[in-house]
């Protein structure tokens, strides 16, 4: 029985240190470097819908890649969990 506690308690351990996991379950803050609202695309590359402030906290619910590569993320809001879109994800930090 302690076996399987322990086993439990480092699986639960090691999910807490996935930065991936962070990511789609932690609270996320938007950091543009500019200093200017995020743009918010209907897809990645693609047409603009809206922006974001910076400062917003927001959850990733996915994450892709562009044609060039590039990392794109489709964020959800934090409290509400209300779909936003797809922003650049270098302009987002989770914690």
Excluded: H
């Amino acid at each position: 029985m302690r076996t399987k506690a322990i086993a439990a308690t480092l699986l639960l351990a090691c999910a807490t240190l996935d930065p991936a996991a962070a990511q789609r379950t932690g609270r996320c803050i938007v950091s543009d470097p500019t200093g200017t609202p995020l743009n918010v695309r209907a897809s990645p590359q693609g047409p603009i819908v809206g922006t974001i402030r910076n400062g917003a906290y927001v959850r990733i619910a996915n994450t892709t890649r562009d044609y060039k590569g590039q990392p794109w993320a489709y964020i959800v809001g934090w409290e509400n969990g209300r779909n936003i879109g797809w922003v650049f994800r270098e302009f987002v930090s989770c914690y």
